[in-house]
């Protein structure tokens, strides 16, 4: 994969983080090109959702580089990085619970908008978001609940609508925490098609362990074990190699 950087969607380089003594991430270093599908895989604790946390900006590298279409973001906010096109689905669910679809929805999609904190204007002008919101949750097949609240919705339903949140902002890059963990076979079925239809302008970073289903999904696999890629590249030859059946097939 000889490309320049200024072209790769995301780029990492010698990235760092320890939580006391615990080293968590260690020399982490990717390329991935824009329009790639990349699985990251690896044991329970190998760092895989603490490399989220850096990409997207919640946590800060003690040290290395965050690039994005060759621009560094390392010290951007979250918020600033989902400017430039990052968006993102948690491990854990972080919606309001308390709150409908339809407005949990409506304000992912305002967090991105330019006259963010202009809330003095009539809420006409925000009309296109409820039209947008309301494409989003059909898209997954929510619609009939969008006045429901979300505590309201069962697991798989939830992760769904995290998922469309995400899509609903056009991501450039977009970073998925095991969006199949926790599912039904027939929600996971769900999930999987949603993740084959997204286009090819977003580049998709997906964490997973079912490797069944995520398989088919990837192009190109990284593993990490103990916070360090032990193999990076092309699906069929990581799957083959020996140090991916050593450390994650336990074969
Ligand atoms: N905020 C934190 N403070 C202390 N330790 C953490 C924190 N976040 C993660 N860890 C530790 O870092 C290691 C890797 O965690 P994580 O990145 O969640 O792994 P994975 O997603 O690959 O299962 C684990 O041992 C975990 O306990
Ligand atoms: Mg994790």
Known sequence: MNVPS????LEVTDLNKAFGGLKVTQGVSLSIRPGERRLIIGPNGAGKTTLFNQISGDLR???GRIRMFGEDVTRL????RAHRGLSRTYQIITLFGGDTLEH????????????RWQMWRP???YRHLVTEAHRTLD???LLHLAGHSVSELAYGEKRRLELAMALAQKPRVLLLDEPLAGLSDGERATVKALVAS???DTTVVMIEHDMDTALDLAET???LNYGRVIVDGERDQVIADERTREVYLGA
């Open 139 to 141: 898209s997954v097949g």
């Open 6 to 9: 200024s072209s790769l969607a």
């Open 123 to 125: 809420l006409s002008s």
């Open 77 to 80: 906010s979250p918020y600033q």
């Open 61 to 63: 590298p003690n040290s």
């Open 104 to 115: 949990n929805v409506t304000l992912g999609l305002l967090g991105l908008l330019p006259s």
């Open 221 to 223: 696999v990284t593993l």
């Open 198 to 200: 997204i286009s090819k």
